[in-house]
């Protein structure tokens, strides 16, 4: 082995170049009969060196040096990129947050109309309804929402129906009201009047129907119960009354078919004026049970329109 006098890396005694960096050896120095003398001026170092190209003249600490700053390079780019991922995923999470959608906005149109439904202002009911869009009722999150509107609005179509239904009611029984004489008209429930100031129960329901319960005042105020909940609001005025008005046999307390049809003759005509606008007519007479009992008088379906029993 031999030394080589730029690099000091070990040779093969053989090599006419070191293997490191390329620096040509003398040939005195392979030969071993060429004096000491001779073997150090031959090794001396030559100004005109030409490398050898097959050979790196770089030295191993550059290489070092070159792959622990491609190392640093490529940590530094993955830390990188890691954040910027790590940004990204929380991104979403964020725009979720900040896109939120406040379900409760409606809470207090649902329970305005709901008020409005309870007290029969149906039409009121349904133009609050219509403030909430319909493009926020087909999305999902407003599922609960749409259902209340759903459910208000067919309880206010119903309501709206009995309403053209009592006024059909009411024309009907301009038409078919029997000729009954009155006399001493008053608003107030006193004197011999004083019993008709009653609670007064539908005596027998048809499906058309919806009343459940019919109370008048001492003072004459009205207030007529319906099963949807609703409840309708009035004032009452009593007259005397004769003739010959038509009405139910109301001897069987809870009849489940439609009793038989009979001619009564009124003790007193009790007028309802409505708050919804309208007017009704009542007769009132002391059935054979010594019940009072309140008909309208019209024919309905081969029975009564209406007939109520204290």
């Not at 070191?18 to 000491?36: D, I, L, V």
């Not at 097959?54 to 700053?69: C, D, H, N, R, T």
């Not at 029969?120 to 319909?134: H, V």
């Not at 007479?285 to 309905?300: C, E, F, M, P, Q």
Request: charged share 20%.
């Amino acid at each position: 082995m031999k030394l080589c006098p730029r690099c000091g890396e070990e040779n093969s005694d053989r090599s006419l170049f070191c293997e490191h960096c390329g620096y040509e050896f003398a040939k005195s120095e392979t030969s071993p009969k060429r004096s000491q003398g001779a073997n150090l001026q031959e090794t001396a170092p030559i100004s005109n060196y030409t490398p050898n190209p097959q050979k790196s003249s770089v030295p191993k600490w550059a290489f070092m040096i070159a792959g622990l700053a491609l190392l640093a390079v490529v940590v530094g780019v993955g830390f990188a990129m890691a954040g910027r991922n790590n940004n990204e995923a929380q991104l979403p999470a964020t725009s979720s947050t900040s896109s939120t959608i406040d379900t409760s906005k409606y809470d207090e149109i649902i329970a305005e109309a709901k008020e409005l439904t309870i007290n029969g202002d149906y039409k009121k009911s349904n133009l609050k309804l219509s403030r909430i869009p319909a493009s926020d009722l087909g999305k999902s999150e407003f599922s609960a929402i749409a259902d209340e509107v759903d459910d208000l609005t067919e309880k206010n179509e119903e309501g709206l129906k009995q309403e053209e239904d009592k006024e059909a009611t009411q024309k009907a029984q301009e038409k078919d009201r029997p000729a009954v004489r009155t006399s001493g008209s008053t608003s107030g429930f006193s004197g011999d009047y004083a019993k008709w100031a009653n609670t007064y129960y539908f005596y027998y329901s048809q499906t058309s129907q919806r009343q459940t319960a019919l109370t008048i005042g001492a003072n004459g105020s009205v207030t007529q119960k319906n099963v949807n909940g609703t409840q309708y609001f009035g004032k009452a005025t009593i007259t005397s009354a004769s003739g010959d008005v038509l009405s139910y046999e109301t001897n069987e307390q809870y009849p489940t078919e439609m009793p038989d049809t009979k001619l009564i003759n009124p003790n007193v005509q009790i007028t309802v004026t409505w708050d919804g606008g309208g007017t009704q007519i009542y007769y009132g007479y002391i059935s054979y049970s010594s019940r009072l009992a309140l008909t309208d008088g019209v024919s309905k379906n081969d029975g009564v329109n209406e007939v109520w029993i204290s």
